[in-house]
């Protein structure tokens, strides 16, 4: 609800997956591997538990919770409580995100 009591609007345009601990999918960057907690088409958020120095871009490989892996390349657009979100200059087809979906209601 905003100040006046109005029922405020989602802002986000793509499906998100939510993720529980210990079922999430993986972020490898190469450096370092991140544990991700929730992916739509348009971006990730993962944890960065040790604080890492990080690059304003994030290049690496999501490894799904299938094993599939797709490219990514973002921008971090936040960082708070130990959390990065990132936009992706590809999205992840809505095709991979469906997969995706279907994977967690069969598997876990």
Known sequence: MDMNGHAER???SYIRIVYRPGKRPRLDTSNTVFEVTDISEGGIRFLNNADM???EFIKGILIFLDDETIDIDGKIEWQRN??????????IPAATIEKEQRHIILNC
């Open 10 to 12: 989602e802002k986000r």
């Open 53 to 55: 120095a990080l690059p």
């Open 82 to 91: 130990h959390e990065v979100g990132i936009s992706l200059k590809y999205m």
